[in-house]
């Protein structure tokens, strides 16, 4: 298991995504770098991004950062817009 300094420093290596093609891959943390909207935010496949985003058809600012809760991992984003720095696990 990863401790926090390891999710931190990107430990497992990070991943840009700016476009809106699906990335399917284990995300410890989600950094937006960009005012972003969010299609998916995916734990085990489904979407859960109104779990974690209070008003999901609005853009999330830049500089937010984004952890699944309950020791979960993400396994997938989709954006409409934006860009966002994913940590991998």
Sequence with gaps: ???DNDILIANQG???LNSTAAKTVTINAIVVLEDTVFNAINI???DVKSTYIA???DSVKAGAIIRAINA???SGVK???GSVLLILA
Excluded: V
Aim: hydrophobic share 40%.
């Design 79 to 81: 954006l409409t817009s």
């Design 72 to 74: 979960q991992q993400f």
């Design 14 to 16: 990070s991943f840009i």
């Design 1 to 3: 298991m990863q401790t």
């Design 44 to 46: 085990a496949g489904s």
């Design 55 to 57: 008003k999901p058809a």
